[in-house]
């Protein structure tokens, strides 16, 4: 069963407009990580957000973890075209077992 | 160069039939994972290795076998291929922060 739910599945803006996606999960995370994966490709690390962590900040990409909800957040800023990908969230359990989630998949019209 | 690499990048093959899937990193990482990816499925783990002498099995591993043959190269086997593993096949390693690094895939078909 999939430990990572994201929401929605699919989203459509305008380039300029932000992106926010959710991941929820379903058990005690050792940290939860966000992956952008372009059409057929291999998945690219973006961002990894600790257990003890609440929020983070890499350029344009904010993430949020409340772990007593046992949910996460990815914030996209100022979006581009060229951020046109499908986003996962990763949550690890443990030190090894990495649980994908289905995935958001988001595209930027110029 | 990809610090992470996967042969074939494309192979249809027929039912029955033996394949091996081919990854190779020069990261330096000792974690080595494969995993498939299907439609609406996400990623599910096959095996993962922690060293040569480690290997382990993951959430989907009937029908695959795996061989550690050097710190930088982890193959994944289909022994007698089935259509449901039809899918888009992963190689990744991941760094002592926890953060992995994935290959471009393998698309396999099985006819």
């Known amino acids: 069963s999939q430990q990572g739910e994201e929401d929605p599945q699919a989203l459509s803006i305008q380039e300029g407009e932000n992106a926010t996606m959710n991941c929820s999960y379903k058990t005690s995370i050792n940290n939860l990580q966000w992956y952008r994966q372009n059409s057929g490709r291999g998945l690219v690390h973006l961002i990894l957000i600790r257990s003890n962590e609440r929020e983070k900040h890499s350029g344009r990409l904010r993430v949020t973890l409340d772990t007593s909800k046992k949910s996460s957040s990815l914030l996209i800023t100022a979006s581009r075209a060229a951020d046109t990908a499908s986003y996962f969230c990763?949550?690890?359990?443990?030190?090894?077992?990495?649980?994908f989630g289905t995935g958001t998949r988001l595209k930027v019209l110029a | 160069d990809a610090d992470v690499t996967q042969t074939p990048r494309n192979r249809i093959t027929k039912t029955g039939k033996r394949i091996m899937l081919e990854c190779s990193q020069t990261k330096g990482h000792d974690r080595m994972y494969w995993y498939r990816q299907d439609p609406g499925l996400g990623l599910r783990l096959i095996y993962y290795s922690f060293d040569v002498k480690d290997i382990n099995k993951g959430e989907i591993s009937d029908g695959y076998s795996v061989s550690r043959q050097a710190q930088a190269k982890f193959s994944l086997s289909l022994e007698s291929a089935i259509p449901n593993q039809t899918a888009l096949y992963f190689c990744a390693t991941s760094a002592s922060s926890g953060e992995q690094y994935f290959g471009p895939g393998t698309r396999l078909t099985v006819t």
């Open positions: 990763a949550t690890v359990l443990g030190t090894y077992k990495y649980i």
